[in-house]
T-cell receptor
Framework: GAVVSQHPSRVICKSGTSVKIECRSL??????MFWYRQFPKQSLMLMAT?????????EQGVEKDKFLINHASLTLSTLTVTSAHPEDSSFYIC??????????????FGDGTRLSIL | DAKTTQPPSMDCAEGRAANLPCNHS???????VYWYRQIHSQGPQYIIH???NNETNEMASLIITEDRKSSTLILPHATLRDTAVYYC????????????FGKGTLLTVNP
């Protein structure tokens, strides 16, 4: 079945560092990918929609200059947390919808990236 | 997308069936019911989905009421590894593919 790979699984870095997270669709092409953030004991919150070949669409309240999204190919989307601070520490998860969307096929998720900013 | 209501937590004995309810009284005719689960510190895992008919796969069964206003996810023989947060999500298939996660149900399977 469809598989989404996310890398790295865990990052620990100093405040002010920029961190890049990769999301790959391994056996299908994804013109759209989604980025979620999850704080402890909370549900997943959609941050942005990544669109291949065009600008990402950000949810209300998400800083586009803080969270840079690039979707350069049909199998890769990246999220860069720029000048990360401790409040950016969270669990970041990507997902990709399948090729045949109109039949209600399920979306598949990466395993997430635990970001810890010291 | 239609809003869903799930109990915040449930307990189940290992080996017994776990029945997780979900209310979606405002569901539209073209909205599917999806179930995902999230084990601690992992990404959500797809379980099953359906539109009108009951569905079964190797993981679970999905029972959708005739009026489609509620559904039940059934794990037939729960194991300790089934302890997770279970999310019921309703949405249309098609171009607008965002999934909106509620708080889900924390299922704890006890030995």
């Amino acid at each position: 079945g469809a598989v989404v790979s996310q890398h790295p699984s865990r990052v620990i870095c100093k405040s002010g560092t920029s961190v890049k997270i990769e999301c790959r669709s391994l056996d299908f092409q994804a013109t759209t990918m989604f980025w979620y953030r999850q704080f402890p004991k909370q549900s997943l919150m959609l941050m942005a929609t990544s669109n291949e070949g065009s600008k990402a669409t950000y949810e209300q309240g998400v800083e586009k200059d803080k969270f840079l999204i690039n979707h350069a190919s049909l199998t890769l989307s990246t999220l860069t947390v720029t000048s990360a601070h401790p409040e950016d520490s969270s669990f970041y998860i990507c997902s990709a919808p399948p090729e045949d969307r109109d039949r209600g096929q399920p979306q598949h998720f990466g395993d997430g990236t635990r970001l810890s900013i010291l | 997308d239609a809003k869903t209501t799930q109990p915040p937590s449930m307990d189940c004995a290992e080996g017994r069936a776990a029945n997780l309810p979900c209310n979606h009284s405002t569901i539209s005719g073209n909205e599917y019911v999806y179930w995902y689960r999230q084990i601690h510190s992992q990404g959500p895992q797809y379980i099953i989905h359906g539109l009108k008919n009951n569905e079964t796969n190797e993981m679970a069964s999905l029972i959708i009421t005739e009026d489609r206003k509620s559904s039940t996810l059934i794990l037939p023989h729960a194991t300790l590894r089934d302890t997770a947060v279970y999310y019921c999500i309703v949405r249309v298939g098609g171009s607008n593919y965002k999934l909106t996660f509620g708080k889900g149900t924390l299922l704890t399977v006890n030995p």
